[in-house]
């Protein structure tokens, strides 16, 4: 069989087609070269991109990641100020609470002393004596 190849491919008609073949094949190996010397100066362009100095990617990947752990640290600050100002809110709103509540207790007090004082009038004969009885009643409701 591999003698009547030789055979053949020795003919005129063989040795045309052979070189036919020789010539497709010298074809599309020289497309392929091209095509992969393309590919070859698209990744140089690429990774010089990627590799530049101050514009390229891993120069702005790491930017980023330095301005996020910046950020983060900031935000960290803002809510640690935060948390404070509602602690500090939360003890305000709570002492004002505890001063209206004593603020209440001392208004009850002091009603109750002066419907106290009105429902016992000032005794004696002449004013300066409903002074005198006034002004005794007043300091005994203060104890």
Do not use: W
């Not at 530049?52 to 983060?72: D, I």
């Not at 603020?103 to 429902?119: F, I, M, P, T, V």
Request: charged residues 25%; positive net charge.
């Amino acid at each position: 069989m591999v003698i009547a190849l030789l055979g053949f491919l020795g003919s005129r008609l063989g040795g045309g087609i052979a070189a036919a073949i020789v010539a497709a094949l010298t074809v599309g190996v020289g497309v392929q070269t091209v095509r992969l010397s393309g590919a070859h100066r698209d990744v140089a362009k690429l990774a010089a991109e990627i590799d530049r100095p101050v514009t390229g990617y891993k120069a702005q990947l790491a930017t980023c990641k330095t301005n996020r752990e910046e950020l983060e640290a900031k935000i960290a600050v803002q809510n640690a100020a935060v948390a404070g100002l509602k602690a500090e809110a939360a003890k305000r709103t709570a002492d004002a609470e505890k001063a209206v509540t004593e603020a209440l207790k001392g208004r009850e007090s002091a009603e109750a002393r002066a419907a106290k004082l009105l429902r016992n009038p000032p005794a004696g004969i002449d004013t300066c004596a409903r002074a005198m009885s006034a002004f005794e009643a007043v300091k005994e409701s203060a104890r």
